[in-house]
């Protein structure tokens, strides 16, 4: 089964600080890809999403990341961070694609980053 | 609106006690899919279903029954609650595996 590594438990940062999440993965064949962002107290909401094509995705709220195959990394970046950007951020793999069974290890989440900005 | 509906929210109960979390979607996904969150671990899958009458085995399933007769319910069953599954629960449904999950707003178990 594949495994997914977040290299930031928690992250501190300043308001107008540039952000930068690693997130890397072990599968080797075809993966979905997905950033969530859970605010204190409340569900997971999707960030953005890789399946193919422009390994560079933007998503909500100024949010984008990089897919990088080679180094079997999906970073999390934002330019300008906020203090509403506080929240937990986690990373999500599932194998995908004629390689991967159909999927059938499901989707395998991070252990997640913790992100606090302050003002 | 589209959302993931799960009940209760909150619950305090006792070893041994069966029990049973609802989970209901308005999306007429066909994933479904349930997870626990604890800290420093993240979410782990529990249970998932690709549709009516099939469900599949996630990570850590010991303790867990699920059942999926309809489309839109997908309820989590705790047989004998023992006080190791204290945890947040998280109910997710997606139009297919590979898809992204629209999650409810989250049950929190404590069992004593």
């Known amino acids: 089964a594949q495994s997914v590594s977040q290299h930031n438990h928690h992250v501190i940062l300043s308001e107008a600080a540039s952000l930068e999440l690693g997130c890397n993965y072990s599968?080797?064949?075809?993966?979905?890809l997905f950033w969530y962002v859970q605010y204190p107290g409340q569900h997971l909401q999707l960030l953005l999403k890789y399946f193919s094509g422009d390994p560079l995705v933007k998503g909500i709220k100024g949010f984008e990341a990089e897919f990088i195959k080679s180094k079997f990394s999906f970073n999390l970046r934002k330019p300008s961070v906020q203090w509403s950007d506080t929240a937990e951020y986690f990373c999500?793999?599932?194998?995908?694609?004629?390689?991967?069974?159909?999927?059938?290890?499901?989707?395998?989440f991070g252990k997640g980053t913790h992100l606090i900005i302050q003002p | 609106e589209a959302q993931v509906t799960q009940n209760p929210r909150y619950l305090i109960t006792v070893t041994g006690k069966k029990l049973t979390v609802t989970c209901s979607q308005n999306m007429n996904h066909e994933y479904m899919s349930w997870y626990r969150q604890d800290p420093g671990l993240g979410l782990r899958q529990i249970y998932y279903s690709m549709n009516v009458e099939v469900t599949d085995k996630g990570d850590v399933p010991e303790g867990y029954k699920v059942s999926r007769k309809e489309k839109r319910n997908f309820p989590l069953i705790l047989e004998s609650p023992s006080p190791n599954q204290t945890s947040l629960y998280f109910c997710?449904?997606?139009?297919?595996?590979?898809?992204?999950?629209?999650f409810g707003d989250g049950t929190r178990l404590s069992i004593l």
């Open positions: 999500a793999v599932i194998p995908w694609g004629p390689d991967s069974g159909g999927g059938a290890d499901g989707l395998t």
């Open positions: 599968y080797g064949g075809t993966v979905n």
């Open positions: 997710a449904s997606s139009l297919g595996l590979g898809q992204p999950q629209h």
